[in-house]
């Protein structure tokens, strides 16, 4: 008997070909592909802010396409963060979260600089329509970044569902931003940027229990 044949023997009879990983921006495409279909569906049966013309184009559309790019990176974070020996480091990866939230807070900012709408939504119940309209937003671009994170082999499964969950509430966001017409920053801290937290603690934590079934 020869343990180490032995073993190497059991191994190669257990081998068993696999299809090969695609690149994680190929992967992201996929999560993107949805993010889109989403956006323009909810424009078509949920239509646009009635003050868009009020606004400027920068402020719109152009900081919509913005939100969608950060979250498309953030997702790409995620998705590289699946593959040992491809994450991020832990300070990176803290950072574009961090500023993912602080951009989402300047396009708030800036909109009630320049249309400084009055909420009254917090007594008429909008907010959380405006909350859940995101969150149910955000769920089907989740859903396909973790489907996707855990078909690799995470070793952080916190951290990439984590970057998956805040980059699927930013492109949420980025629709909810050409939609509700409510600037008051009382409203965008609650109910916008609240839906984006808990999206994120939802990504962090599916990910994290994914790690523990699967060790």
């Not at 989402?104 to 329509?129: E, I, K, M």
């Not at 050409?178 to 109910?191: A, G, K, M, T």
Request: hydrophobic content about 55%; some cysteine.
């Amino acid at each position: 008997m020869n343990p180490t044949k032995d073993l190497l023997e059991y191994v190669e009879r257990d081998l068993e070909p696999v299809t090969p990983l695609p690149a994680s921006w190929r992967r992201m495409l996929n999560a993107l592909a949805v993010a889109v279909a989403i956006f323009l569906l909810a424009v078509l049966f949920f239509g646009l802010r009635p003050d868009l013309d009020s606004l400027p184009m920068w402020l719109t559309w152009g900081c919509a396409a913005a939100q969608l790019t950060v979250a498309t990176l953030l997702i790409r974070l995620g998705l590289r963060e699946s593959v040992p020996g491809q994450g991020v480091p832990m300070r990176s990866a803290l950072a574009a979260v961090i500023s993912s939230f602080v951009f989402q807070l300047a396009v708030g900012f800036l909109t009630w600089r320049v249309d400084p709408t009055t909420s009254t939504d917090l007594a008429a119940g909008v907010g959380p329509v405006c909350m859940r309209h995101e969150l149910l937003l955000a769920a089907p671009v989740l859903a396909i970044t973790l489907l996707m994170i855990f078909r690799a082999f995470p070793l952080r499964s916190w951290m990439a569902g984590l970057l998956g969950g805040v980059g699927s509430a930013i492109a949420a966001d980025a629709v909810t931003h050409l939609q509700c017409p409510i600037s008051d920053l009382r409203h965008l801290l609650i109910w916008h940027s609240g839906a984006i937290i808990l999206v994120a603690i939802a990504g962090a934590a599916l990910g994290f229990f994914w790690g523990r079934l699967r060790g």
